[in-house]
């Protein structure tokens, strides 16, 4: 379903022999209107990949008809070449839709092409390839080419990702990329979503930064932060509904949070999900600062994978925030046994069962009443082999 | 040599049983005098051990007549009875001495007597196993007790860790602990620093906080900061000789660059010793951010695991921060070759080598002249082995 679910959209994932392995790299979503609203959320990395800093300027025009993502190389930190070869993605993207005779409404610009792309980093592209595997790909165009597309977007991803959410006569759907260097701060990953609402590329940009702050935003694998990480929504109109802005924000939350989950799910090596939730924090940024203390904390991470409550890492985590709270009022919860009450030792830590994938810890700052959730993964010995074993 | 190679101290390191394996586990360091001028840094960490609250308030009145330390046991987190426990280890540190006829000097105060402890977090001490080490300890004070002390302070240190510079007529030397949780932004793990000069307490206090600033707040092994890092410096003016401030000053620098190099190379399961340089930064401040990004990128300290010279990973790390620096002017050189030139790629990375186990990493920001030096590890397999393994 993916990017296709929605009406108004069709898609293709192809090979383009970027990838060496033959695997599937090269992906096209393109918007069949009659609307062509988009809106863009992008890494707050200062340094950013070629294909950021062209779709941020695409995005300005709040219209998107296609979007063309590369697996096989970043294209960042490649200078004006790389920047160049963007260009010249996009540009070959219009010319063969249009040639194709896909131009029902009025002809695809290279202005309105939206390139990601995600690899290696200082690489720059294979061109000739590429340009080759946009012709292959325009070719294959369906209206039930999402999961080929969502495939051919894979890097170390062990699955695709997709989700679909659908209301009263609307759709929204998306896809997804990403396993390794995700981090917050930022729209994390490769995302792309499609709805068949009728909405004002303004409204999409209110609901994306609202959904990405609470979902992709707060999903935290490893602390690295990516040059290429995108995620955009676009929305065709063919459904001719304008759903009340609530309802629709929700079923973009919802997605991005599924999307989310599964990003975790597949992270790079990892054996557990950890769900760090802090509660009573005196505000939501003090809330998420903590959160992603712990979340990050290398030490807590191996220990979650030994399967040992060491709630003192967690306190340890704790205690280099900013966050308002004081040592002796400090509560934490794994997997529902509070082992740490008032700072100190709490119920027996013999009783917390770690057997299983998902661990959830709950730090209580003791200190007001806003909450955060962030997601992490344990650190594992896998982790290391798949990122020293290879250049990725 | 260690803390007894300056005149006027004597050391002595036991078994305490405190540790369940029977290693060495307590460590005594006493300053016979004549003067008793000592000055301290501690954790940046708000969650603070109990025997950090101690020893903050015994340091404010700038004399410690002893210190006192455990491994086997942090005494952090542990209420108000932890608080109690490490009183009453001063307390009978001061008993057991003066006992001993050990009161040349007035007699101890449990108020002049420095407590550290090691260990695992959370789990209170046993105290009568502490209290009857501490008349064993007493009871094999000497001269030539520094290295048994630097001895009973390891934890997972596979070597003892100390130092020691001779100038004219005076030393300084010094013993540490630390194989994990070492990270900036306070003085790093157990450190007690010793000298024979004959100075002020303030004049203590200034060496030791311009020495760690640049020293063991600059190694960063896993970004995990702990709740009992202590660095202390006593002078017991033995020599009789009161050296130039600037003299003294680099003395106290070289024994701290000393030790905190061997905390890197001693890191838990590291296998590459790995030298951050930023150079033209704006500020000393914006090397030192940048500096610390990098070092804590875990996708590039797998990368320098795996010999893979992976400039990509510098160059998001370093995006990820607030200096100063335009993206398309940085320069990094790995083992001496500048793979990244203009934020785009620079010379052949097929000419790095990288078959041993220091590895040098320069960063240009080519935004000023302003420098700053991190140390850290490469993220291996064994680390997550290590502290996933069993609590500590």
Redesign the interface.
Known sequence: MSVTAAKGFTAAGIAAGIKENGNPDLALVVNTGPRLAAAGVFTS????AAPVLWSEQVLKGGEVSAVVLNSGG?N????PK?FQDTHATAEKVADSLNSAGLDDLGGHAPGMVAVCSTG?????LPMDKLKRGVDKAVAQLSPHGGEKAAIAIKTTDTVHKTSVVTKDGWTVGGMAKGA??LAP?LATMLVVLTTDADLESDVLDRALRAATRTTFDRVDS??????NDTVLLLASGAAEVTPEYAEFAEAVRQVCDDLGQQLIRDAEGASKDIKVEVVNAATEDDAVEVGRSIA????LK?????E?P????V???????SAA?E??R?NVAINGVWV?K????GEDRDNVDMRYREVHIVADLAAGSETATIWTND???D?????????S
């Open positions: 990395n200062r340094v950013k970043a960042a930190c490649t200078g790389g290696l980093i200082g690489v720059l390794g260097m701060g490893d602390g690295c932060m990516s040059t990050r904390n290398n030490l191996c220990a979650i994978h030994g040992d060491n709630w003192g890492r306190l340890s985590a704790i205690g280099t925030t709270f040592p002796d400090l740490c008032n700072g100190g030792v650190l594992t010995a982790y290391v082999h798949e990122n020293s074993a290879y250049s």
